[in-house]
């Protein structure tokens, strides 16, 4: 069965690039968030295999995000997706329970490695 996989970036383009690059690989999207609010909420709704997670967002960052939902389930798999330049918050997410990091603009083989790391 295909992995179903919440896709959270405040900008519709980066999540329709991520989009693009799952589905052309047989990933299911179980929904889109465009804040950290709304990513906590569609996860408890849709308990997705994966959370590909942007740091940089309105009403609550990805990192807060991220804290939130590891504490509701601690075996969530969560990838931060950034713009380059943001160390102390890559570390900070990787602390706080992500599996991985990817850096933005996306490269599509990195982001299926990152994937099949965390998920198979």
Avoid: W
Avoid at 40 to 49: F, L, S
Wanted: glycine share 6%; aromatic share 4%; with cysteine.
């Amino acid at each position: 069965m295909a992995k179903s996989i919440l896709i959270c970036d405040d900008a519709a383009f980066m999540r329709m690039m991520i989009k693009d690059i799952l589905v052309k690989n047989g990933y299911n999207i179980a929904g889109e968030a465009e804040n950290g609010l709304k990513a906590i909420e569609k996860y408890n709704e849709t308990k997705p295999d994966l959370v590909m997670m942007d740091i940089t967002m309105p009403e609550m960052d990805g990192i807060q995000a991220l804290k939130k939902i590891k504490a509701h389930d601690p075996s969530a798999n969560v990838i931060m997706c950034s713009a380059m330049g943001q160390q102390a918050m890559v570390i900070e997410s990787i602390q706080s329970g992500a599996k991985d990091f990817i850096v933005k603009p996306f490269q599509a083989d990195r982001v299926l490695e990152a994937v099949k790391k965390a998920v198979g």
